[in-house]
Nanobody, 126 residues
């Protein structure tokens, strides 16, 4: 069973960048697909990006495609989310998620992920 801890959130101005990290422990990291989700204030949680076990394929929500990059370092048991050209609508609590049941970059639904971190707040000011 894997435990996930996010870090790297904070306050940034529109147009700025942040890099989120999610450190995994307690499992064999390379056997998990990893994803980032976010929950804007007052809204439902939504998918941001997914990466396959070996990092060979990724999939992004349309709203972040071209601005965000998901990557992973299996030697460091860590997944990253590089966020560039941030917009106020990117303000949300960002969660990382993991699952071993499949190896599919198009896993985008919450039920496709068993393990979740506690979240990290990202606030983008205009």
């Amino acid at each position: 069973q894997v435990q996930l801890v996010e870090s790297g959130g904070g306050l940034v101005r529109a147009g700025g960048s942040l890099r989120l990290s999610c450190a995994a422990s307690g499992g064999t990291f390379s056997t998990y697909i990893m994803a980032w989700f976010r929950q804007p204030p007052g809204e439902a949680r939504e998918h941001v990006a997914t990466i396959r076990r070996r990092g060979t394929n990724t999939y992004y929500a349309a709203s972040v495609n071209g601005r965000f990059t998901i990557s992973r370092d299996n030697a460091q048991n860590t997944v990253y989310l590089q966020m560039n050209n941030l917009k106020p609508e990117d303000t949300a609590v960002y969660y990382c998620a993991a699952d071993q049941r499949w190896d599919e970059a198009r896993a985008v639904r919450e039920w496709e992920f068993t393990y979740w971190g506690q979240g990290t707040q990202v606030t983008v000011s205009s």
